[in-house]
Each structure stands twice: as structure tokens, then as C-alpha cells.
């Protein structure tokens, strides 16, 4: 199957506009989890912010994708900042992860424990970086 080219700048005058998701779904002829992808896309690219992409509108998160992340032990903030959630989305998305038994809760609260001492060592690090001078 081919996919579709999109012409970014009308896109972003379509959804600047308050064009619905199925108007563009039509329009440029994308499943709704092709204009997820897109979304996904405009939103990576930072031409996008969430709140322009209407409150109907949720971000996939691969469920492998977040468990790899959070056993390489990458930061509360960069997973975050990666996979676009605040500490509700956050909250939610551990839920969901245990009910499906891809984590362990004692899992998360130890990546979340590693997280916070690593938060509190930046912090105790930075204040004695500025006081060297």
C-alpha cells in the first residue's frame, strides 16, 4: 500500500482551522490510525502543540516502546518528555501497563525510586557546580 503525501502546510491550515479528524481523515484519505501517525509526526516535528489537536485526539504509546525505556532506566523526565504525557498520562499509562502484566508494580516503583535519587544527585550536583565559581 502507498502512502499518501501530505502537503504539511495545508494539514496545519486544516487542523489551525478547527477541521475535525474525520474531515482530514477523508480529506487526505488516512485511516485514523494513519492520521494518528500524522499527528504523531506534526507533534515529533514540534510544528504542532497537543492542545491543537483537539481534545478527541490520544497519543499511541507502544506499550514495548515504554517498558524498554523504563528498564534501560531512562529518566521520569525523558520519558515524559518522549512519550508526550503529563503526571496523570503517566500515572494512567503504569496503570495500564500492570493490568496487562507487561510490569510489575514493584517494577515501576523501583524505576520511579531510581528516578528520584537520580533527581535528587542532579540537584545536589548542580547546586555544587554553581557554588566552584
Known amino acids: 500500500m502507498v502512502k499518501p503525501k501530505i502537503d504539511v502546510s495545508e494539514v496545519l491550515r486544516d487542523i ?3 477541521v475535525n479528524h474525520f474531515t482530514l ?14 499527528f504523531k ?15 478527541s485526539f490520544k497519543l499511541e ?3 514495548s516502546e515504554a517498558i524498554r525505556d523504563i528498564r534501560t532506566g531512562m529518566s ?3 520519558f515524559m518528555r518522549k512519550h508526550r504525557l ?3 498520562g503517566l500515572q494512567s499509562l503504569f496503570g495500564k501497563l500492570v493490568e496487562a502484566g507487561a510490569v510489575t508494580g514493584s517494577e515501576l516503583e523501583q524505576w520511579l525510586a531510581s528516578c528520584d535519587q537520580l533527581d535528587r544527585w542532579l540537584s545536589s550536583f548542580e547546586s555544587t557546580v554553581e557554588t566552584d565559581d
Open 86 to 88: 503529563s503526571a496523570k
Open 41 to 55: 509526526k506534526l507533534l515529533d516535528a514540534g510544528v504542532v502543540k497537543r492542545a491543537d489537536l483537539g481534545p
Open 76 to 78: 521520569k523526565s525523558d
Open 61 to 63: 504509546i507502544k506499550a
Open 16 to 18: 489551525r482551522g478547527g
Open 25 to 38: 481523515m477523508d480529506k487526505y484519505r488516512l485511516s485514523a490510525k494513519g492520521l494518528n501517525s500524522l
